[in-house]
């Protein structure tokens, strides 16, 4: 069964730092763009960042760039958010996603295909 799986989220004050990873089981998220996408209360879902293997690219929403970094593990099969600088704007849902439509794909969040596979989030709070 393919499933995505987040963790990592929490509480962190303003300035802090979370990492968040999305664990990937059924399938080999190598060679998927792999997307985080953010949900605070009241708003709608927003891509955070991507990454993608097929040209080795990233791509960040502004609000977080300069904060923020994916990265991937292949061996843990897992793709990883650092969140650093934290703000109290960055309280939200974090999802990780992907599909077959992200397949070999450049990373672009602008124009990435809706994905078919989320994970059930994690929870983002940061206070002060």
């Known amino acids: 069964q393919v499933s995505l799986a987040e963790s990592g989220g929490g509480l962190a004050q303003p300035g802090g730092s979370l990492r968040l990873s999305c664990l990937a089981s059924?399938?080999?998220?190598?060679?998927?763009?792999m997307v985080w996408f953010r949900q605070a209360p009241g708003k709608e879902r927003e891509g955070v960042s991507c990454?993608?293997?097929?040209?080795?690219?990233?791509d960040y929403a502004d609000s977080v760039k300069g904060r923020f970094t994916i990265s991937r593990d292949h061996g843990e099969n897992t793709v990883y958010l650092q969140m650093d600088n934290l703000k109290p704007e960055d309280t939200a849902v974090y999802y990780c996603?992907?599909?077959?439509?992200?397949?070999?794909?450049?990373?672009?969040?602008?124009?990435?295909?809706?994905?078919?596979?989320w994970g059930q989030g994690t929870l983002v709070t940061v206070y002060s």
């Open positions: 996603a992907t599909g077959l439509d992200l397949i070999g794909i450049t990373c672009n969040l602008a124009s990435v295909p809706y994905p078919g596979v």
């Open positions: 059924g399938f080999d998220l190598d060679i998927y763009t």
């Open positions: 990454s993608s293997t097929a040209d080795d690219t990233t």
